[in-house]
C-alpha cells in the first residue's frame, strides 16, 4: 500500500495527456517547438485550471517544473521517433493510441483533480465539478489549438466518464473509505466506462440534432 | 426595495446563460452529460474569469456549487423536453429563445460582474472593462466550443451593449447612486439596447471587410 | 542606462499586440467595440495568463488600467483611420505589418514575462514555460477568436523565437548579468529569429503530416 502511495499519479497523468498532445502535433506535421507547447499545453492544462479555481498559487508546475519537463521529454521522443515507428505504435489505426492515452489521463486526472478538491476542503457538488473540469480540459485545449472537434463533443461516453470516476470518489470518500482506495475505485470506473465506449462505441442517448 | 435587493440576480444571470448553453448543446445533438458540461461552463464561465481577473479565490461557484446545481437542473430540464417541446419553445424560429436568453445574461453579466469589481475597489476603467468581459466570456466559451462563429463577432451590436451597462452602472454610483439603482438602469440599458440590436437588426458601422 | 529602464516596455508589449489585433479586427470587417474587444484581450491576454499563473493578483491591469486604455486608443485609431489609410500602413501587403507588431510583441513579451516570472522567484525552467506562454497566448486567443489558423500552428518559426529568447534571458541572469542586459538580449535573440522566419520564411522541419 504504502508504495502504491508513492506513485506519482499526477505525473503520470501530466504524461500520457502530454503525449497524446505530441501525437495530435504529429498528426498536424508541427515543428519541435509545435510538439513542445502542444504536449506541454495538453500535460499541464487541467491541473492548471483546477488550481486556479481552487486559488492555489502559484499553479503546480510553477513551484516545480517536474512535470513540464515531463510534457517536453514526451513531445521530443515522440518528435524524434519519426513518422513510421509512430504509426507502428498506433498498430495501423491512426488516432487510435492518442484516444487511449487520452483516456487514461482523462480517468487518472478525475481522480487526481477530484483529490485535490477534497483535500482543499471544497463542498461534494464542487469537487466532482472541479474534476470532471480538471480530466476534460487539457484534451479540450489539445482539439481546440489543433483545430480538430473536441472529443466531448463527440457522441461517444466521454465527460460521463470523467464524471462518473469523480462521483465514485467523493461518494466513497463521504463514506468513509479512505482517499487511495476511494480514489483507486474512482479511477477503475473512469476508466473502464471510457474504454468500453472506445471498445464498443458505447455512447449515451443524445438529443436528435436538427442541423 | 429591501425584497428587490434580495433576489439572487447572480444565479438567475447564471441560469439564463446555462439555458442558452443547454440550446446549444440540443441544437449539437449532445448526450446528457454534454448538455451539463456545455450549460455549465456557459452559466459560470464569466464571473469564474472575473473573480480569477480580481483575485477571489476561490472563485464564486467551488466554495458554494448552488449555481452550478443550477445550470444542471437547466441542462437537464432541456434535455428531457425533447425536441419537439424545445422547438415549441423557440416559436419556429430556432436560436432565437438561445438569442434572448443569451441578451437576459448579458445584461445581468453586465452589471454582476461591474458590482463586484467595483464593491473590490478596483479604478472605473478596469470595472468597465471587468463587466465586459464577464458578460461576454460566458457565450464566447459556448460558442467556441460549439464549434459556431461567436456571436462577438457578428455584426449586431453585442459587446456594445455590455460596455454600455457597465459604463451606466460605474458613471452612476461615481455620481453617487446607491449601487442597487445604478445596477438596475445599468442592466435595462444593456438589455433594452441588445433587445433592440435583435428586434430590428441594429448594427454600429463596420470596418469595410476586405476578405 | 537609467534612461533605458524607465522605457515602460511591458506598456509597448501591450500596445503592438493591440495593434496587431486592432489589425485582425480591421480584416474580419468588426464594429468599434468588437475592435476593442480584440485589441485588448490580444493586448492583455498574455500577461493577464502570466500573472494568474504565478499568483499576481488582482492581474496587472486590474490595479491600474493604463494598458487597457492604451488598448482601446490603439483599437480606436485603427478603426478610425479606415481601410485606405490602413492599407497604405500595410504597404500593399495585407497582414504583413499584423504579422510585424506580432513579432515585435512576441519578443517583448518573452522578456517581460520571463522577467516577471524570475522576479517572482521561480525555477529557471518554469520562467522559460511562463515567458513562452505570456508571449504566444495573446496571438492565440486573437486568431482563435477570428476563426484563423493560429499562427503557432503554421511552419514558420514562431513559438521557437520565443521560447529562444526567454531562455537566452534565464541564462544570462543565472550567469550573473544584471536584468535589463540580459532582457535586452532575450529581446534580440527574439526578435532577430522571428524576423529572419518572416523575412526569409526560415522553418525548423517539421514531422511529416499524414492527413
Known sequence: ???????PFETIGVAVFALSGALMAAHKGMDPFGFALLATLTGVGGGTLRDLLIGIRPVFWVGDPTDVLACLIVAE??????????????????GRLLLWA??????????TGTGKALAAGVP???AVALGTTTATFGGIIRDIFAGTTPLVLRQEIYVTAAALGASVMVALQAAGVEPFLSGAAGFAAA????????LRGWSLPAFPRRD
Not at 500500500?1 to 506513485?7: D, T
Not at 509512430?86 to 489505426?93: C, D, I, L, P, T
Not at 487520452?102 to 481522480?111: E, I, R, Y
Open 1 to 7: 500500500m504504502q508504495v502504491l502511495q508513492s506513485i
Open 77 to 94: 521522443l515522440v518528435f524524434v521517433l519519426g513518422p513510421r515507428r509512430v504509426a507502428m505504435m498506433e498498430g495501423g489505426r491512426r
Open 102 to 111: 487520452d483516456a487514461l489521463g482523462l480517468a487518472l486526472f478525475a481522480v
Open 124 to 126: 461534494a457538488l464542487s
Open 191 to 198: 476508466f473502464t466506462l471510457r474504454a468500453l465506449a472506445l
